[in-house]
Antibody, heavy 121, light 107 residues
């Protein structure tokens, strides 16, 4: 069965950096685009970033463009989210999620359990 | 960017009721619309894709309809398991955006 397991969350100060990792299993990782979606405490879902199956195409929400970078290592079945210049409003649970296809035109079909990032001074 | 407007924000209903949630896109997204269910403390679960295609294993009391800018999610007869928050999301182009969510509460 498809599994996505995030790690790397934690507490950091404004201006700091964190890197989230997400390992996929139960499917051919290199065939699927991947996404990051976040949810602030008590709030709705916010799409953050996506990376194509081959890592060539990357897309970002305007709220994180220039601060966050998505990457992947298909040899390790892992997708990453490097978060720099963290702001208090970046505090959220970050979900790693699988795209239904290689890059576009497919919904997000599987989600990880989420990793909490807390930004506080 | 395409904006998704979901209504109502909160819906109170009883077991056995039929309920409908609406999602409007700020421009046409053809059929590139998904519905998700999220229970407290859990990851979202894909219910419907392409506006009306039910995912495998999702009960048939759930249905979706719509095309272009107007979409609906209907639950024909609410079960206790269905009380959760529901989100629509377009995947027409990037950035993908979600509706604000509809919290379905027990009356």
């Amino acid at each position: 069965q498809v599994q996505l397991v995030e790690s790397g969350g934690g507490v950091d100060q404004p201006g700091g950096s964190l890197r989230l990792s997400c390992v996929g299993s139960g499917f051919t990782f290199s065939n699927f685009a991947m996404h990051w979606v976040r949810q602030a405490p008590g709030k709705g879902l916010e799409w953050m970033a996506a990376i194509s199956f081959d890592g060539v195409t990357k897309k970002y929400a305007i709220s994180v463009r220039g601060r966050f970078t998505v990457s992947r290592d298909n040899s390790r079945n892992t997708v990453y989210l490097q978060m720099n210049s963290l702001r208090i409003e970046d505090t959220a649970v970050y979900f790693c999620a699988r795209d239904g296809g290689r890059g576009s035109g497919w919904p997000i079909d599987y989600w990880g359990q989420g990793s909490l990032v807390s930004v506080s001074s | 960017d395409i904006q998704m407007t979901q209504s109502p924000p909160t819906l109170s209903a009883s077991v056995g009721d039929r309920v409908t949630i609406t999602c409007r896109a700020s421009q046409s997204i053809t059929f590139y619309l998904a519905w998700y269910q999220q229970r407290p403390g859990k990851a979202p679960k894909l219910l419907i894709q392409k506006g009306s295609i039910l995912e495998s294993g999702v009960p048939s009391r759930f249905s979706g309809s719509g095309f272009g800018t107007e979409f609906t999610l209907t639950i024909s007869s609410l079960q206790p398991d269905d009380f959760a928050t529901y989100y629509c999301q377009h995947y027409y182009d990037y950035p993908y955006t979600f509706g604000q969510g509809t919290k379905l509460e027990i009356k």
